[in-house]
């Protein structure tokens, strides 16, 4: 009888330690969906503590301590391709959004007017989106047509991309998230929350300012 049973023992706990792996690939691959502008702090995911969150929940390092971004490259919505690591000597401004997602709706408008009127003002800025979890590139065009969004979006469904990012680091763990990048290509600042427009101007002059 019992060597019946150690086959049976065996097997089921082969198969609880294949589910967790897959709830846990799931967990790695799924990012919170829709946080709000006004969540509070939020300062989920490591970055050594060398990183300070606002009451806006924007949160910022400091020059010295900031780590390099990852490599983000691939084909766009729009059926081009993209590589991040091409911008260096701008500041860079990443936000992860899906067209399904109701606060990236709700900040779009915020994305397209700011990024208009600082590249008319000649700023060193680039703004580049990371559309995650849509479906069809079609659901992501026709957002970015309604709000008018005219710089490129890396298409990322199943968030490969997001998961560059490294440990450490001010990582997308929500949707929407924004990043901004130094000039040099470091992560700078991070939101897990929708924002407005004074929020983005905050969190990209002090990088315009940098030397």
Not at 12 to 29: F, K, M, N, P
Not at 117 to 125: F, Q, S
């Amino acid at each position: 009888m019992s060597l019946s049973r150690a086959p049976r023992r065996s097997r089921s706990t082969s198969g609880r330690a294949i589910l967790l792996t897959a709830v846990t690939l799931a967990g790695a691959l799924t990012l919170t969906a829709c946080g709000d502008a006004d969540g509070g702090s939020k300062s989920s995911g490591s970055a050594g503590g060398n990183y300070v969150t606002g009451s806006s929940g924007v949160s910022t390092v400091a020059r010295g301590k900031r780590i390099d971004a990852p490599k983000l490259d691939g084909g766009t919505v729009d059926g081009a391709t993209l590589d991040t690591t091409t911008l260096k000597g701008k500041v860079v401004v990443l936000n992860v959004w899906g067209s399904w997602c109701p606060p990236c709706r709700a900040e779009a408008k915020y994305f397209a007017k700011v990024s208009k009127e600082m590249a008319d003002a000649g700023e060193d800025v680039a703004f580049v989106g990371i559309n995650t979890r849509d479906t069809s590139k079609q659901n992501a065009t026709s957002f970015e047509e309604t709000y008018g969004i005219t710089y490129p979006s890396l298409y990322d469904p199943d968030g490969k991309l997001v998961l560059r990012f490294p440990k450490g680091s001010l990582n997308p763990a929500a949707i929407p998230s924004t990043i901004v990048l130094d000039k040099e290509g470091k992560i700078a600042a991070r939101t897990l929350a929708a924002v407005n427009e004074q929020q983005l101007r905050a969190m990209i002059k002090p990088l315009l300012a940098e030397k």
